[in-house]
């Protein structure tokens, strides 16, 4: 139940359990020859997790792609005991989180390396912050403007 679509923000890890949840409650779906009712859809079972666009544009592709090719990944988001730690997997120390899990994928699994992470978030900061003060000035000129009206 703690795993639903009611339940608050989900951890990489979770969201992980998740997925396997509903393949696995899709796999098992298929098998059963006769339901006592109509049998739910593949929707219906996936919306009891993730919304429809998420898991179509996101955990599917992303969660299925781990799977196939990332086993060791895959053992650390299910907490195996057996797994590698977490640093040397990713790399880094941090809330992974889905993105990252792609970034990591798309350089082969190789670990993400925190300096450079580091650099590309303040440069993300220091640019949208530079974004807020060019519309904080164009505000200004605008008020400005009108007041010489």
């Given at each position: 139940?703690?795993?639903?679509?009611?339940?608050?923000?989900?951890?990489?890890?979770?969201?992980?359990?998740?997925?396997?949840?509903?393949t696995?409650?899709?796999?098992?779906?298929?098998?059963?020859?006769?339901?006592?009712?109509?049998?739910?859809?593949?929707?219906?079972?996936?919306?009891?997790?993730?919304?429809?666009?998420?898991?179509?544009?996101?955990?599917?592709?992303?969660?299925?792609?781990?799977?196939?090719?990332?086993?060791?990944?895959?053992?650390?988001?299910?907490?195996?005991?057996?797994?590698?730690?977490?640093?040397?997997?990713?790399?880094?120390?941090?809330k992974?989180?889905l993105?990252?899990?792609?970034?990591?994928?798309?350089?082969?699994?190789?670990?993400?390396?925190?300096?450079?992470?580091?650099?590309?978030?303040?440069?993300?900061?220091?640019?949208?912050?530079?974004?807020?003060?060019?519309?904080?000035?164009?505000?200004?000129?605008?008020?400005?403007?009108?007041?010489?009206?």
């Amino acid at each position: 139940m703690n795993l639903t679509h009611s339940s608050a923000a989900k951890s990489l890890s979770e969201q992980v359990l998740c997925y396997l949840a509903v393949t696995d409650a899709l796999n098992e779906m298929h098998k059963i020859k006769q339901w006592p009712e109509k049998p739910p859809t593949e929707r219906q079972v996936t919306e009891l997790f993730i919304g429809k666009s998420q898991w179509s544009n996101s955990w599917r592709p992303t969660f299925s792609r781990v799977s196939q090719h990332f086993p060791e990944m895959v053992k650390l988001l299910q907490g195996d005991a057996d797994s590698k730690t977490a640093e040397e997997l990713w790399g880094v120390e941090a809330k992974y989180t889905l993105k990252m899990l792609k970034e990591w994928m798309d350089k082969g699994g190789k670990p993400l390396k925190g300096k450079d992470r580091a650099v590309e978030e303040s440069g993300a900061e220091s640019s949208s912050k530079t974004l807020e003060k060019e519309k904080e000035k164009k505000k200004k000129k605008k008020k400005s403007g009108k007041s010489d009206e």
